[in-house]
């Protein structure tokens, strides 16, 4: 009995420290952003900062409300575009899929999700936004890394509401089917509205995915400036304005771009808070 | 049954066809207008890159506000990009695009436009009747000839030697006049080299070229930007720095001391179907401040 305490202390104590690695690491991060950010923002001035519209840091002049404006107009996007989609695959495979389609859907969308985003970016960049150019005259723009970003969040999206609607009961199915409802209309309003909370979860996930990707969208959004006038015009989220002025940045220049990694941090702080919400009432 | 189906669901029906409406509603609104205009799409790198300030500075698009400040006055809606493939896919993509990238990165893909009726190559950069180019520099800590080790001492002597001149050259930059002939004397040792994104591909050649002629010596070489690649060499972080700008006041004061190495032009380039024979710097400087927005008012 003390042989086996004597064990298990030291290894108690390696779990706990290798639990401690992730949660060491987000501190960290979390004081060097808010070391360097905060002192920015104070500088800049919090109002002028967020609802600034001009960007033109040479001149002193710190706005980055257009590449808020711009990250919620492209994640918006990006649900309207992946979420019908992602929702009625994973529909499609938790209840009507044959086996030997979902032999071939289920790795597909794995590979969707292990595709990494620069090759996303590259199928944008040289696919996607000669086609939107042509039909609707857009180019790079909003409506094009909304496109491309929408393809990205399907395997999250499928993945985790598809999970949430094989795990409603068999029973509801059955209930629905016992009162004389279709297998769709069992499924669209027995199934689906039991599964409701693991599907709103995975379109929050859906979300904080398109709010953090970064490297496709440098590539298709046209990253100006400009407050975004329509779906048509170029766009620049906050991740990418981080990665794209980084390199070259200064000074207050270099440390007002660590700020806008705050902002960002604090808006993907909300989106899990707001998961947290979901499964709660869960 | 189906209408009954219709009268459970109505806030899931209508927010649908509110959905449907609204996507059909900006598609056709985008139809619209895309179709037969012909706007120029402007695109630009990203501010405090180093070759949009030689761009903007040659062009005339920075110019002075009434408080004398400087101010880049490239459009706000401009494209722009950290990248000079991703501009040249751009444009090679986009028969209504322009942009601007080193002249040794031009290739057959996109369609370099002359300025005021003088093509964009290394000749016309060479005889000085193309006007817009810029150095790329390498800076030293004090004159190179006595502050550097042996081995960067052998390093920088082939940089500038007329055997060089040829690497540079085949690589479609302009290289300064040199009559010496490296020889290697035998030295060996590492060397770092560091600065510039836009002089590294250059350098990346030169050590290839160096180390076939010095095998003992090893270069290595950091890719950042020219203000890091200056306080590099001041610091001591590394041997030899690239610039692809001249030095500033403050930089000259602290010792630093340049070379300059080649000469690069900017080349503006359009999509090869693009019609257009040519812009003068004015058009560039208008297309760039949002003054002209259409190919038609360029004929």
Request: hydrophobic share 50%; with cysteine; net charge neutral.
């Amino acid at each position: 009995m003390k042989h086996k305490q004597f064990a298990e202390g030291p290894m108690r104590a390696l779990f706990f420290a290798a639990a401690c690695v992730s949660i060491f690491f987000v501190v960290l991060i979390c004081a060097f952003l808010l070391a360097s950010g905060v002192p920015a923002i104070g500088k800049i001035g919090l109002f002028r900062f967020l609802t600034g519209v001009v960007w033109r840091p040479r001149n002193g002049l710190y706005g980055i409300f257009p590449f808020l404006l711009g990250s919620v107009y492209v994640t918006a996007g990006a649900i309207l575009v992946g979420v019908p989609v992602g929702v009625l695959t994973a529909v499609y495979l938790a209840r009507f899929c044959p086996k030997a389609i979902a032999k071939l859907l289920d790795p597909a969308i794995s590979l969707l999700a292990g595709t990494p985003s620069i090759i996303f970016g590259f199928f944008g960049l040289v696919v996607l936004t000669p086609l939107t150019e042509r039909l609707f005259g857009a180019g790079k723009s909003i409506l094009t890394a909304s496109l491309l970003l929408g393809i990205m969040i399907l395997p999250t999206v499928i993945s985790v509401s598809a999970s949430a609607l094989r795990a409603v009961p068999q029973s509801y199915y059955e209930g629905a089917l016992a009162l004389g409802a279709t297998p769709e209309r069992s499924m669209f309003f027995s199934v689906i509205p039991a599964a409701k909370s693991g599907i709103m979860a995975a379109i929050v996930l859906g979300v904080s995915r398109a709010v953090g990707e970064t490297m496709a969208v440098m590539m298709v959004a046209g990253n100006s400036t400009a407050v975004p006038a329509g779906i048509a015009s170029r766009v620049r989220t906050l991740t990418t304005h981080i990665a794209i002025e980084m390199g070259y940045a200064e000074g207050l220049h270099r440390d007002s771009l660590i700020a806008t990694a705050v902002v960002l941090l604090v808006l993907i702080l909300i989106i899990y808070f707001l998961l947290s919400l979901i499964k709660k009432e869960k | 049954m189906k209408k009954m189906q219709f009268t459970q669901r109505p806030k899931a029906l209508l927010a649908l066809l509110a959905v449907f409406a609204f996507l059909a509603a900006t598609l056709a609104g985008c139809g619209g207008n895309g179709a037969n205009s012909n706007d120029i799409h402007v695109l630009s790198r990203e501010d405090g890159s180093g070759t949009r300030s030689a761009f903007v500075e040659l062009f005339g698009v920075e110019a002075q506000d009434s408080s004398g400040e400087k101010v880049d006055r490239t459009i706000d809606t401009a494209e722009i990009t950290n990248n000079t493939a991703v501009m040249m896919v751009t444009v090679q993509g986009d028969a209504k695009a322009i942009g601007y990238i080193s002249l040794g990165s031009l290739n057959g893909s996109v369609k370099a436009l002359p300025i005021g009726g003088v093509a964009a190559s290394a000749a016309t950069v060479r005889d000085n009747s193309y006007p817009i180019c810029r150095p790329f520099n390498v800076v030293t800590k004090g004159d190179p000839l006595q502050v550097l080790s042996p081995a960067a001492n052998d390093f920088y002597l082939y940089i500038i030697s007329s055997n060089a001149k040829a690497e540079v050259d085949g690589n479609g930059y302009v290289s300064m006049d040199s009559s010496a002939e490296y020889e290697s004397k035998g030295a060996a040792g590492k060397v770092t080299v560091s600065g510039s994104s836009s002089v590294s591909p250059l350098m990346e050649k030169l050590i290839e070229a160096y180390n076939k002629i010095n095998p003992n010596v090893s270069v290595e070489l950091q890719t950042s930007d020219s203000s890091t690649g200056i306080s590099d060499t001041l610091s001591g972080a590394c041997d030899i720095g690239m610039a692809s700008r001249a030095l500033k006041e403050g930089e000259l004061s602290q010792g630093a001391a340049e070379t300059t190495i080649a000469m690069d032009g900017i080349a503006v380039i359009v999509n090869p179907a693009n019609t257009i024979a040519g812009l003068t710097k004015e058009q560039v400087r208008d297309i760039y401040t949002g003054d002209i927005t259409s190919w038609d008012e360029l004929g």
